[in-house]
């Protein structure tokens, strides 16, 4: 019987659990031929959001590329009765099941990364991690790639809720349907204080610094932790709805409490240091929802793949470990900002002037052509473990 994908709006509803864990094998296989541990590559790792997109790739290659034990934390919903669980659910068990295979230690935290009793749960399961792996209960690596719409505060206990908006005027472009290539216009008001508020709320930099304020205070940090976030910045023609939109409110956010996560640790000698990696344009869950994002992905990934520049996740994880968080040489390679630009393919003069040419001439009449929408529309469905060779 075949699961075909239920979408609307640009939001898979459904999941095919075998496609998910034939995507995660490929991930695997991958790093396994393309990283190989360093002198600095980590033996213990956190991934806080760890069941998709960037962060499972962050995952698979500290596991398959550097051997390390890992813990990841997600909130993934497990399969019912009446609905099958979401894809996080079946990468993480696709993962745990490679792991002990390969005799990797690796543990599996299901739970609301915001909430102190998740991060309590956690500390634990890092000590009983490296009691089993016979490693000191020391974190090397730390990733924060939450995706979520919504926290709640677990100071407050309000729950806040973030939006994709503009701010102050309003956004008006084109997009297109995930599923059929139709394109269609998009318009969005201008956020509120209280959405823009909100929308840092969730998807700021708080909660990271409150992650490691608690493995600071268990210990579980030391001279060799090396923390990361991930942001994207994208070009000039997206800013209007996402640098200089809610979105880019929260990056902003992100890279202030980072220099203050190195202010409190880096100078006290507590962690290496802590980044925030501008990383390129992929498909996601999130990407394929934000206006005419999915025209301009469709756009670069035909320029990129004809120049031989195209990286899905993975490709852009490994390259990020290998070449800018642990490089040969030690030192992290950054811009001016103390950012790590693995970003640096996609901002290319070349890449970028044929992406705005190809933006001006697409068509309905030629999207097919000019654009790599089918590239962009498999990318999604293989995020949801849809994948036109898999059958269930």
């Known amino acids: 019987m075949n699961i075909k994908p239920m979408v609307r709006n640009n939001i898979c509803l459904n999941t095919n659990p075998q496609g ?9 296989d991958y790093v396994r031929k393309n990283l190989s541990p360093a002198i600095s590559s980590p033996k213990l790792a956190l991934i806080i959001g760890g069941s998709g997109g960037y962060g499972l ?8 590329g550097y051997g390390a034990v890992t813990v990841g934390v997600s909130w993934e919903n497990e399969p019912s009765e009446k609905r099958m669980g979401t894809p996080g659910f079946y990468n993480n068990e696709t993962f745990n099941k490679e792991a002990e295979n390969a005799g990797l230690t690796a543990v599996s935290i299901n739970g609301d990364a915001f909430a102190n009793e998740t991060k309590t749960k956690t500390v634990d399961a890092v000590r009983q991690a490296a009691k089993q792996a016979g490693i000191p209960a020391k974190i090397d690596l730390i990733v924060y790639s939450l995706a979520s719409p919504a926290r709640t505060d ?20 084109k997009t297109i349907n995930v599923m059929d290539g139709t394109f ?14 909100d929308t840092v709320k969730v998807m700021g930099g708080e909660d990271w610094e409150l992650w490691m304020d608690t493995l600071d205070n268990e210990e579980l940090l030391w001279q060799q932790t090396r923390t990361i976030a991930y942001s994207y910045i994208g070009p000039e023609s997206s800013w209007a709805i996402y640098k200089n939109g809610t979105l880019g409110r929260a990056k902003e956010d992100l890279e202030r409490f980072c220099r203050q996560i190195n202010s409190k640790f880096t100078t006290q000698k507590k962690i290496d240091g802590a980044w925030v990696s501008v990383n390129k344009a992929l498909v996601t869950r999130a990407s394929a929802v934000i206006p005419t994002i999915p025209l301009y992905i469709s756009c670069l990934f035909k320029v990129m793949k004809e120049k031989g520049l195209h990286e899905g996740c993975i490709e852009q994880i490994t390259r990020l470990y290998r070449d800018r968080l642990y490089p040969a040489g030690g030192q992290v390679p950054v811009d001016s900002e103390n950012r790590i630009r693995i970003d640096d393919w996609e901002m290319r003069e070349d890449v970028q002037k044929a992406v705005t040419e190809k933006i001006k001439i697409v068509t309905q009449e030629n999207v097919f052509t000019e654009t790599d929408f089918e590239g962009f529309k498999q990318d999604f469905l293989e995020v949801h473990g849809f994948e036109p060779r898999i059958n269930t």
């Open 20 to 28: 998910c864990a034939v995507n995660v094998k490929k991930q695997i």
């Open 57 to 64: 790739a962050s995952r698979i290659c500290a596991a398959f």
């Open 154 to 173: 677990p100071k407050t206990n309000i729950k806040h809720i973030s939006v994709i908006k503009p701010i102050g005027c309003v956004f008006s472009g």
């Open 184 to 197: 269609s216009d998009v318009s969005v008001e201008s956020a509120t204080e209280e959405e823009m508020f």
